[in-house]
């Protein structure tokens, strides 16, 4: 294509290119936040103090969901120390503020195989989010370019069977308080759409999900969890989601899918 020119792009290693430091990395991050690949997050603190165990690196929020994100960068490999104050910051985090949700993020130029499966097995406990990065000298300038790899996706939703045993049973008010009261209003509105199918089904709220009993008799081919400004809806049924688009909702993050299953992120629509 004439007037397009192929720039070469020669990777790096920052941990050992002496120019650059952890703190270089959060000054990039937190001017442009989105570089991350996870939405258009907002900075709420840098280097902030947990007493007795360090700084964490970066606070992120997203303005919309308010969902907050305990962010640690590491040069070079992850190592022991790594995972564990990321876990411990994200602990700290969510204890100190429970009216948000919250993640863990690593960070680093090299996630490696055996602590990759070590973060894999805190994944469905712990929400971790592992990020690589990357780093690229640019053809005749002294500028580096920046990429990040979301290698690891947290993954929020504890799997519902059908078999499951022992259920704790609360109360609508339990849902409103953890998620809101408009949320839970979202569950009301879906029930209804479901209603004009059989108009025997009515939520059942347990400790972990907001879901369904027919005649008395839980049936959860849909379940619910309500978060602050959004409702996580796992259906199993894919022939409803063109009915669900027609109710005026807008879903607009399917966060899973499986062989006949959908997870989604419902809000509401405008």
């Not at 991050?29 to 570089?35: C, E, G």
């Not at 305990?70 to 995972?83: F, M, N, P, R």
């Not at 509105?189 to 839980?218: C, M, Q, S, V, W």
């Not at 063109?242 to 499986?258: A, H, I, Q, R």
Request: hydrophobic share 40%.
């Amino acid at each position: 294509m004439v007037g397009v020119r192929l720039i070469n792009l020669k990777k790096t290693s920052l941990k050992r290119n002496p120019r650059i430091n952890e703190k270089w990395i959060q000054e990039q991050i937190s001017s442009d936040p989105s570089i991350l690949g996870l939405g258009d997050l907002i900075l709420k603190d840098i280097e902030r103090n947990h007493r007795g165990a360090g700084r964490l690196d970066l606070l992120l929020q997203d303005p919309d969901s308010l969902k907050r994100y305990e962010v640690e960068i590491q040069l070079g490999k992850t190592d022991e120390s790594h995972i564990i104050r990321t876990i411990e910051y994200w602990d700290n985090e969510r204890k100190k503020y429970p009216q948000y949700d919250h993640c863990a993020v690593i960070i680093a130029e090299d996630i490696t195989s055996r602590f990759f499966n070590v973060i894999q097995l805190f994944n469905g406990n712990i929400p971790i989010i592992a990020i690589q990065m990357n780093a690229y000298e640019v053809e005749n300038t002294a500028g580096i370019a920046l990429t990040f790899t979301k290698i690891l996706d947290e993954f929020e939703l504890d799997l519902i069977d059908e078999d499951e045993e022992v259920t704790e049973v609360v109360d609508r008010y339990y849902w409103e308080n953890k998620g809101s009261k408009e949320t839970v209003e979202l569950a009301d509105r879906l029930l209804h759409l479901i209603k004009e199918i059989d108009p025997t089904f009515e939520l059942k709220y347990n400790k972990y999900y907001i879901g369904l009993t027919k005649d008395g008799l839980a049936d959860i081919f849909v379940s619910f969890k309500a978060r602050k400004s959004y409702l996580i809806m796992r259906l199993k049924l894919e022939d409803i989601q063109n009915d669900l688009l027609e109710s005026g909702l807008d879903l607009n993050t399917v966060l899973m899918k499986m062989d006949k299953e959908y997870h989604f992120r419902l809000v509401l629509a405008g």
